[in-house]
């Protein structure tokens, strides 16, 4: 049973560019949530989604934002790169009040 | 603001020694809490998970236990292995913030 997968693992992107992550879900979970976590730091929430809507947000700005697809599968959209963003960013799924699975992030660094 | 203290933020201990790490909140309202552990460079494995019902938790040499009263929790690592070294988060799932973590290394 694979868990929570996201793509790409790593990623190198210039100034001002835009970027997508995408994140698998563990089978059977229908919530997504969003974590930027950057270097000796705590995972910080960025949203999460349910039946495809936003559910809760974290205080980011709107540079972030996210979709949740019919199949629970998701995407985290940050544009107008800034060097601070470069940070791993974590995906996490459950279903319903459940525990949260996490995956490996996605690395990214902005130049 | 809901914030979430760790503590210690470091910790060495030789190898076989039990330990304790704590994890309180400023909002004691809990629903489910849960204690990761997070390898250099990695996502985050969870160790257990606490639910609202339950009062405690225990997986293999570890047992984690929950006081909503006092909005705090604790995770306990008996006989610690090398192995154990890492970085331990909780978080609890009505709004899953984490803190900053425990770092611990656990020397041979």
């Known amino acids: 049973d694979a868990g929570v997968t996201q793509s790409p693992t790593h990623l190198i992107k210039t100034r001002g560019q835009q970027v997508t992550l995408r994140c698998s879900p563990k089978s059977g979970h229908d919530t997504v949530s969003w974590y930027q976590q950057a270097l000796g730091q705590g995972p910080q929430f960025i949203f999460q989604?349910?039946?495809?809507?936003?559910?809760q947000r974290g205080n980011f700005p709107d540079r972030f934002s996210g979709h949740q697809f019919p199949n629970y599968s998701s995407e985290l959209n940050v544009n107008a790169l800034l060097l601070g963003d470069s940070a791993l960013y974590l995906c996490?799924?459950?279903?319903?009040?459940?525990?949260?699975?996490f995956g490996s992030g996605t690395r990214l660094t902005v130049v | 603001k809901q914030e979430v203290t760790q503590i210690p933020a470091a910790l060495s201990v030789p190898e076989g020694e039990n330990l304790v790490l704590n994890c309180s909140f400023t909002?004691?309202?809990?629903?489910?809490l849960q204690w990761f552990r997070q390898d250099p460079g990695k996502g985050l494995t969870s160790l257990l998970l606490?639910?609202?019902?339950?009062r405690e938790q225990t997986s293999g040499r570890l047992n984690a236990s929950l006081d909503k009263s006092s909005g705090r929790s604790t995770l306990y690592i008996a006989a610690s292995q090398p192995g154990d070294s890492a970085t331990y988060l909780c978080a609890k799932d009505n709004d899953m913030r984490f803190g900053a973590g425990t770092r611990l290394t656990v020397k041979p």
């Open positions: 996490a799924s459950r279903w319903q009040w459940g525990g949260y699975t």
């Open positions: 989604y349910y039946e495809e809507e936003e559910r």
């Open positions: 606490i639910q609202s019902s339950q």
């Open positions: 909002d004691s309202a809990i629903y489910n």
